[in-house]
């Protein structure tokens, strides 16, 4: 379990909010990571994966355009990302992931290890979004793994749950 699941499950019991994911390159992980903790069902009701772009369209609402001016693993991609679980699974909070977590993929560009994520919040009926961009270092399940962790840290550190 992540070291901040608990945390950011307390935090959420006690502010009574919703929390919501979608995911590319985690595959499911912030998910799975999210729910490891007893109760969560009181937190935790929705989750993408959409690995695939024509999967973020259409189930997130990204626009394809979107996806092919800026590519998948982009700031403009992943924060819509995380605003569509926002509005599709009616949460308070969304974390969004996508990225190269290798072996392959990678550019000189965005090389392997590069994972955008997004966190996207509704406080007093006002949508806020920020996002990060990360060079993870290691292999494909140390990418994946620290990319959950560095989602739920930031999650904990939103101003909703600060």
């Known amino acids: 379990m992540s070291q901040y699941a608990q945390p950011l499950a307390d935090a959420l019991l006690a502010q009574k909010l919703r929390i919501s994911s979608a995911e590319s390159c985690t595959g499911g992980g912030i998910a799975s990571a999210l729910t490891d903790v007893a109760g969560s069902s009181s937190y935790f009701e929705f989750g993408f994966i959409t690995y695939a772009n024509e999967?973020?369209?259409?189930?997130?609402?990204?626009?394809a355009e979107l996806i092919e001016q800026h590519g998948a693993v982009s700031r403009e991609v992943v924060e819509a990302m995380a605003l569509g679980a926002l509005k599709a699974a009616k949460a308070d909070i969304a974390l969004s992931s996508s990225g190269i977590a290798g072996p392959g993929?990678?550019?000189a560009e965005k090389p392997v290890g590069t994972v955008w994520l997004a966190w996207a919040w509704c406080e007093e009926g006002v949508i806020?979004?920020?996002?990060?961009?990360?060079?993870?270092?290691?292999?494909?399940?140390?990418?994946?793994?620290?990319?959950?962790?560095?989602s739920l840290q930031q999650a904990l550190e939103l101003s909703l749950l600060a």
């Open 55 to 63: 999967a973020k369209s259409q189930l997130l609402g990204v626009p």
């Open 105 to 107: 993929g990678g550019s």
């Open 128 to 150: 806020h979004c920020q996002s990060e961009c990360y060079l993870f270092s290691g292999n494909r399940t140390a990418v994946r793994d620290q990319a959950i962790n560095k």
